[in-house]
């Protein structure tokens, strides 16, 4: 039986505070110690994680700009996309309040709770998000959607994370999610360029559905 409405909302709310709570808080409490591969390993794990537990509910999008792909394909209409966005960014104020509440306050003072900052400029910066998100996409396209895809799913898209903020990550933060963004910003009170959060993803996002539905797609699997 499918699960309904409430049921999807509430696995997109879970999913995206364990994304904010286990991933920023790698940042946040274990960042010195675990570096950059420690971090890109916490949130591939916990993406990968969240998708083998929660897609059989939700399809685990945890990420608005996953759900504006299935928004701009077909595969979901406008207020349950509505519904999904708003669950995934209150799941991101919950990820992060929690985090706040245990962590340190100096440590989280000094990241910022881990909001996503540029260390280039704007332009660089949205293009980094957009490859790094083209590349998330295109593999939850082939290894989740596409009938013909890998059987190991989640294994796959928690590995694109790691690898994206393994690059990613000096640049921009590596993102790739305007909730998992949303979350430490408003909490922290750090706005600075959040827009390129946004565009960049989905516009990201909505590249590598273009691309994948139109020339990789099979006709049959295309809705």
Request: glycine share 14%; proline share 5%; hydrophobic share 50%.
């Amino acid at each position: 039986m499918e699960a309904n409405c409430t049921q999807k909302c509430v696995a997109e709310f879970i999913g995206t505070f364990g994304i904010v709570f286990f991933g920023c808080g790698s940042v946040v409490i274990g960042g010195e110690s675990l570096g950059l591969v420690g971090v890109a390993l916490a949130f591939g794990l916990i993406v990968g994680t969240m998708v083998a537990s929660l897609g059989h509910i939700s399809g685990a999008h945890i990420n608005p700009a996953v759900t504006f792909m299935a928004l701009i394909t077909g595969r979901m209409k406008l207020p349950m996309a509505a519904a999904y966005v708003v669950a995934q960014l209150l799941g991101g104020v919950a990820g992060a309040g929690a985090l706040e509440a245990v962590a340190d306050p100096a440590n989280w003072e000094k990241v910022h709770g881990a909001t996503t900052t540029l260390s280039v400029g704007v332009s660089a910066g949205l293009m980094t998000e957009f490859i790094l998100t083209f590349f998330l996409v295109l593999v939850i396209f082939g290894a989740a959607i596409d009938p013909r895809g890998s059987k190991l799913g989640p294994a796959a898209i928690g590995a694109v994370v790691t690898l994206d903020i393994l690059l990613g990550g000096p640049v921009t933060g590596a993102s790739m999610n305007p909730a998992r963004t949303f979350g430490p910003a408003l909490l922290s009170g750090t706005w600075e360029h959040h827009w390129v959060y946004w565009v960049g993803p989905l516009l990201g996002s909505a590249a590598a559905a273009i691309v994948y539905e139109k020339a990789m797609m099979p006709p049959e699997s295309k809705t």
